[in-house]
């Protein structure tokens, strides 16, 4: 299996344990102040909770990503930890711009499965079968992570499609631990 592919999972499972710490810790507060009554079958609930996941969750890891990536890092602490940067055209620093799209590009879809995990709730609270396009949330992401990952896999580990249709891609870089440049 190719080097860098093998960098590249080891750097997102850092990252995952990281942020699900982090989102560990959100749900458990979640679940103490949950005792406030939330009643899952209100629209009302199911869109303020929508709301409170896209600041307590998905905003705060597009900023993770999106500020290590355009830093003097190149990359998330998972990359930096297995020696991956990204890189813009000609393995130079990737436009802000190009980070900024890269990092879109990966995480709409993880805010569309929020809103089919919110939305299914309240469809299920209501004892009715969630509608297709609350499917649709919940398997289009999916559908796309599966894409994302083949691209990977495709491309040596160089590159997914998001980092194609961005201008950017990613390369092993020998470790220099915990230095700025």
């Not at 959100?26 to 939330?38: K, P």
């Not at 890092?73 to 130079?92: A, D, N, T, Y």
């Not at 896999?153 to 201008?167: F, V």
Request: charged share 15%.
């Amino acid at each position: 299996m190719n080097h860098l592919f093998v960098r590249r999972l080891g750097a997102v499972v850092l990252d995952a344990i990281l942020i699900g710490c982090y989102a560990g810790l959100l749900h458990l507060t979640a679940f103490l102040i949950r005792q406030l009554s939330v009643d899952p079958a209100s629209t009302e609930s199911t869109m303020k909770g929508q709301i409170m996941w896209f600041f307590a969750i998905t905003l705060p890891v597009f900023l993770y990503f999106y500020l290590t990536e355009r830093g003097a890092w190149r990359g998330s602490f998972g990359k930096k930890i297995f020696s991956v940067q990204v890189l813009g055209p000609e393995q130079q620093t990737a436009p802000t711009k190009s980070v900024l799209c890269r990092n879109l590009f990966k995480l709409v879809p993880l805010e569309m499965a929020h809103a089919g995990m919110q939305w299914r709730e309240h469809f299920v609270a209501l004892s009715l079968a969630p509608p297709d396009w609350v499917q649709g949330l919940l398997w289009f992401p999916a559908a796309i992570g599966l894409v994302y990952l083949v691209s990977i896999l495709a491309s040596a580990g160089t590159g997914s499609l998001y980092d194609r249709l961005c201008g950017t891609g990613v390369s092993h870089r020998p470790p220099q631990w915990f230095s700025t440049n």
